[in-house]
Structures are given as structure tokens and as C-alpha cells.
């Protein structure tokens, strides 16, 4: 029941090893939306067993993330990062940010990688965290920028396409552009309409091409390669996402 990718993974552990943290990620993918609590729970149990494996560090930052434990979150991505070389959850380490009211380290961080060594889809939600934060500073003019990228095209349907256009429309909203917003939202719904396969919808739905292999990010400290169940640091909801 897991994808390739995270079996490959989790070849480097003795197969009863493997079969129990696989048990633990299976639950975690079927509890998410429902009880992100417990599947929290299951990450941590998991991290316990396969605390050096990237797709269980890169699971329990989720679980953290679900349940507003921005802190925990924020260090498991950390790692996750360090150990895979990857940048495809750089969005959610931003958000953390926000999530634990650093606006300015968010920008920071959203621009410590060059946008054109991210998935087309990842730089989708970095400039929606991106726009977030700078909302967070008060920032709106700037906000709307961050949102204008080639991927903003309201006559095309991707994966991501409705959460951009809401998230342009609330930055307009906010910038008290009412009218352009509701024609921004409206055209996230029409989106998100195409995407299941509405027949009143007239949008041209496009399929995202998957992509798995990232350029190698810079690393963090080895330290943080033990995960924790808890921090005493917290923050507060972060995204817009």
C-alpha cells in the first residue's frame, strides 16, 4: 500500500522492521485528514523504529505540521531535507515559519533556493507561502507579486491551479479589489470543478507530470537527526493553504 519510492526506501531496515514502520506510514496516510492526532501518533512510532529514513522523517514532519506543532515540524523537515537532498517540502518549512510567527525568516528561507531547481508544483506553493507571509507583515501590494508567476493562468487546470487562484483572490480581497476577487475565486471553483471532471466546467485540464528527482539542497546540523515527540515550542496556524 506504499508507493514505490517509500519502499525503496525502507529496504535498509530487516524486513520485520520494514513491515512494522510500513503498518505505521499505511495509517498515517489513512488518518490524515480524519484524525490527524493519531496519525501522529503513528509517525512518531515509526520515526522510533526508522528514525534515519527521510520518507518517515518527511512523514512525521506532516503529522506536525497537521496538528499545529510548527516547531516539531519545522526540525523534521530539517532533517529530512539533510538526509534525502531534496527541496519539495521547502512550502511547508516556510509555512512553519509563519506558523511560528517569523515572517521575516520565512522570506528568508523561501528565498534561499533558486525557484527554477523546484517541480513546477512546489514552486506553486512556495509563492502561495511566500504571499502568506508577506500578508503576515502586512505586506499586501507585495503579496499579489508573489502570486503573479507564469502558472497563473486562469484557462488551464493543474492539481494546483484552484489554490492559487484563491489565493490571488484573497490578496486582492484584501487589497479591497473586491470584484477582481470574486472573479478570481470564481474561477478557482470553475478549476476546481475541471479537476473533477465537471461537465458544466469550461477550463482545459492539463495532467501534472509527476516529478521525483530534486536538486540536492544544502544541509543541517547532524544533530537534529534524533527525532522527539514533543517541543516546547508551538505556533500558531500558519497557512492559507
Given at each position: 500500500?506504499?508507493?514505490?519510492?517509500?519502499?525503496?526506501?525502507?529496504?535498509?531496515?530487516?524486513?520485520?522492521?520494514?513491515?512494522?514502520v510500513?503498518?505505521?506510514?499505511?495509517m498515517?496516510s489513512?488518518?490524515?485528514?480524519?484524525?490527524?492526532?493519531?496519525?501522529?501518533?503513528h509517525?512518531?512510532?515509526?520515526?522510533r523504529?526508522?528514525?534515519?529514513?527521510?520518507?518517515?522523517?518527511?512523514?512525521?514532519?506532516?503529522?506536525?505540521?497537521?496538528?499545529?506543532?510548527?516547531?516539531?515540524?519545522?526540525?523534521?523537515?530539517?532533517?529530512?531535507?539533510r538526509?534525502?537532498?531534496?527541496?519539495d517540502?521547502?512550502?511547508?518549512?516556510?509555512?512553519?515559519?509563519?506558523?511560528?510567527?517569523?515572517?521575516?525568516?520565512?522570506?528568508?528561507?523561501?528565498?534561499?533556493?533558486?525557484?527554477?531547481?523546484?517541480?513546477?508544483?512546489v514552486?506553486?506553493?512556495?509563492?502561495?507561502?511566500?504571499?502568506?507571509?508577506?500578508?503576515?507583515?502586512?505586506?499586501a501590494e507585495?503579496?499579489?507579486?508573489e502570486?503573479?508567476?507564469?502558472?497563473?493562468?486562469?484557462?488551464?487546470?493543474?492539481?494546483?491551479?484552484?489554490?492559487?487562484?484563491?489565493?490571488?483572490?484573497?490578496?486582492?480581497?484584501?487589497?479591497?479589489?473586491?470584484e477582481?476577487?470574486?472573479?478570481?475565486?470564481?474561477?478557482?471553483?470553475?478549476?476546481?470543478d475541471?479537476?473533477?471532471?465537471?461537465?458544466?466546467?469550461?477550463?482545459?485540464?492539463?495532467?501534472?507530470?509527476?516529478?521525483f528527482?530534486?536538486l540536492?539542497?544544502d544541509?543541517?546540523?547532524?544533530?537534529?537527526?534524533?527525532?522527539?515527540?514533543?517541543?516546547g515550542?508551538?505556533g500558531?496556524?500558519?497557512?492559507?493553504?
Amino acid at each position: 500500500m506504499l508507493d514505490r519510492i517509500a519502499l525503496n526506501e525502507l529496504k535498509t531496515l530487516s524486513k520485520e522492521n520494514a513491515d512494522g514502520v510500513a503498518l505505521h506510514l499505511v495509517m498515517v496516510s489513512q488518518l490524515i485528514e480524519t484524525d490527524p492526532e493519531l496519525a501522529h501518533q503513528h509517525a512518531i512510532s515509526a520515526a522510533r523504529r526508522a528514525g534515519r529514513i527521510g520518507v518517515v522523517r518527511e512523514t512525521l514532519a506532516i503529522t506536525a505540521y497537521a496538528t499545529e506543532d510548527y516547531a516539531l515540524a519545522l526540525r523534521e523537515l530539517r532533517t529530512y531535507r539533510r538526509i534525502s537532498g531534496r527541496d519539495d517540502q521547502l512550502p511547508m518549512m516556510v509555512d512553519s515559519e509563519r506558523g511560528l510567527e517569523r515572517p521575516e525568516r520565512a522570506l528568508e528561507l523561501g528565498r534561499s533556493v533558486r525557484r527554477s531547481t523546484l517541480s513546477t508544483g512546489v514552486q506553486v506553493e512556495l509563492a502561495i507561502a511566500m504571499s502568506g507571509a508577506r500578508l503576515d507583515l502586512g505586506q499586501a501590494e507585495e503579496a499579489l507579486v508573489e502570486l503573479q508567476i507564469p502558472q497563473l493562468d486562469p484557462t488551464k487546470a493543474f492539481s494546483y491551479s484552484p489554490a492559487l487562484f484563491g489565493a490571488y483572490g484573497t490578496v486582492l480581497e484584501e487589497l479591497g479589489r473586491d470584484e477582481e476577487a470574486a472573479t478570481w475565486f470564481d474561477r478557482a471553483d470553475v478549476a476546481a470543478d475541471a479537476l473533477n471532471d465537471d461537465d458544466d466546467a469550461t477550463i482545459e485540464v492539463i495532467e501534472e507530470e509527476l516529478e521525483f528527482d530534486e536538486l540536492v539542497a544544502d544541509g543541517d546540523d547532524a544533530e537534529n537527526d534524533k527525532p522527539v515527540e514533543e517541543t516546547g515550542e508551538t505556533g500558531n496556524g500558519a497557512s492559507d493553504r
